[in-house]
């Protein structure tokens, strides 16, 4: 459709990539709302359960990439759902890391029966390859990194607080835990490095110390 053409181009405009976590994005979209910002903003960690308060309007420019939205229209995610719903109430929303879960615990249990243990080495080694169909279609363990293969969309928000899918590739993603302009010697030297220059943890407590100033 036209509107579906429209949101998809937006997404490939010049736009603000948002990887904040969590209520961070509650604030973040209060401020863009409040100041009318209409430049498009691709978030890579964000479900509409952060931004529910929000009044959004048709032409918003919010859009969501994950590997799993509840608007995806198929059988085994609409039984999916209704699973969901007998339980939790109609009211809930589903996220991926909801559905990463649900994938994981199949995996994990489909890896137990075959190999008819427990054991955690012996898991590990035996899940690779391994595959089970999930809400949004096949996931699979990757034989290099005990990543899953797993699928892609991008969407947009709507007036209801739901995501309406604009684009997404059909056929699941090969696993990347280390981005490729640098090597895993690298990517594992910078967490090192930032570990150390916080003071041998993994919490940045001076930016805490900061924030709270700023408060």
């Known amino acids: ?9 937006d997404v490939y405009k010049r ?5 904040l976590n969590g209520s961070s994005n509650t604030a973040l979209f209060k401020v863009l709302t409040d100041h009318k910002v209409d ?9 509409a359960q952060e ?14 990439a994950e590997s799993y939205f509840q608007s995806i229209k198929s059988t085994r995610n609409n039984d999916f759902k209704q699973r969901i ?4 109430g109609e009211s809930t929303i589903i996220s991926a890391p909801m559905v990463s879960a649900y994938n994981g615990v199949n995996l994990w ?18 899940i690779l390859g391994e595959m089970t169909m999930g809400p949004s279609g096949v996931v699979r363990i990757s034989m290099l990194n005990n990543h899953t293969w797993n699928h892609f969309y991008i969407a947009k ?3 209801k607080h739901g995501f309406d899918i604009v ?12 981005p490729s302009y640098g090597s895993k010697q690298y990517w594992f030297g910078y967490l090192e490095s930032m570990y150390r220059d916080w003071g041998n943890s993994w919490s940045n407590k001076h930016a805490d110390q900061v924030t709270r100033a700023g408060d």
């Open 15 to 19: 736009q603000i990539l948002n990887t």
């Open 167 to 178: 684009e997404t590739i059909k056929e699941p993603l090969r696993p990347m835990p280390f």
């Open 85 to 88: 719903f007998a339980r939790l």
């Open 1 to 9: 459709t036209q509107s579906r053409s429209s949101a998809a181009s």
């Open 109 to 126: 249990r489909k890896t137990v029966e075959r190999i008819k243990g427990f054991n955690s080495s012996s898991v590990r080694q035996a």
């Open 51 to 64: 931004i529910k308060t929000l009044n959004i309007s048709d032409n918003n420019h919010i859009y969501a």
């Open 157 to 159: 928000l709507n007036t």
């Open 39 to 47: 430049t498009p903003i691709l978030s890579f960690s964000l479900s």
